[in-house]
């Protein structure tokens, strides 16, 4: 499985952009690149994907490097209710297809006042 | 549209019980995936269900089974309760891709049902 280091912990002003940074150093050509975050015991949220370019959506960007060995999900102006775990993910392919989430520790973010 | 739905939300086992968890998964959805996130723990993938077969299973004992039924909904199984099962168990749903080339699976969880085996 290619594997994610992500900071355990940082914290962010509300209204300020958060910036969650992840290495992702052995990511194969076909994986992607997924984000997701929970808050305090809930499920996990889907929030973007991406395999090379660079993906927006509502809830934030993903910046991938040229080279693809880290990425950055860009929160553009986090509020309270942003403060979670966010997990950055290596996608791997299932035999028969379809893909499972690996899961390491994740960055706890913090948003203060 | 519905999202991922599982029940009960709290359940309380003794050792060396049984237990079953549910899961309905999102609106159109037909692939179901189990996880189980201990405490301070990021979640660990069980397995995954695909037309009612085993499509791919984790590092978990076969005490832990799984079905899935016509409707796409899903059961997780776990015989001979261990203390150590104690955690949040996940469901994740999602659509077999079939005709694109990432063949890339986006997964939606459910809030999860928190087992705690005494």
């Known amino acids: 499985d290619a594997k994610t280091t992500q900071p355990p912990s940082m914290d962010c002003a509300e209204g300020r952009a958060a910036n969650l940074p992840c290495n992702h150093s052995t990511i194969s050509g076909n994986e992607y690149v997924y984000w997701y975050r929970q808050i305090h015991s809930q499920g996990p949220q889907y929030i973007i994907h991406g395999l090379k370019n660079n993906e927006t959506n509502e809830m934030a960007s993903l910046i991938i490097t040229e080279d693809r060995k880290s990425s950055t999900l860009i929160l553009p102006h986090a509020t309270l209710r942003d403060t979670a775990v966010y997990y950055c993910?290596?996608?791997?392919?299932?035999?028969?297809?379809?893909?499972?989430?690996?899961f390491g520790t994740g960055t706890q973010l913090k948003v203060e006042l | 549209d519905a999202g991922v739905t599982q029940s009960p939300t709290h359940l309380i086992k003794t050792r060396g019980q049984q237990v079953t968890l549910r899961c309905s998964p999102k609106s159109g959805h037909d692939t179901v995936s189990w996880y189980q996130q201990a405490l301070g723990q990021g979640p660990q993938f069980i397995f995954q269900?695909?037309?009612?077969?085993?499509?791919q299973r984790g590092n978990f004992p076969d005490r832990f089974s799984g079905h899935q039924f016509p409707n796409y909904s899903s059961e997780l199984n776990v015989n001979a309760l261990l203390l150590g099962d104690s955690a949040l168990y996940l469901c994740?749903?999602?659509?077999?891709?079939?005709?694109?080339?990432?063949?890339?699976?986006?997964?939606?969880f459910g809030p999860g049902t928190r087992l705690l085996v005494l």
């Open positions: 269900y695909y037309e009612e077969e085993e499509r």
């Open positions: 993910i290596v996608s791997q392919m299932v035999t028969g297809g379809g893909n499972k989430l690996t």
């Open positions: 994740a749903s999602s659509l077999l891709n079939l005709w694109g080339q990432d063949n890339q699976e986006t997964q939606y």
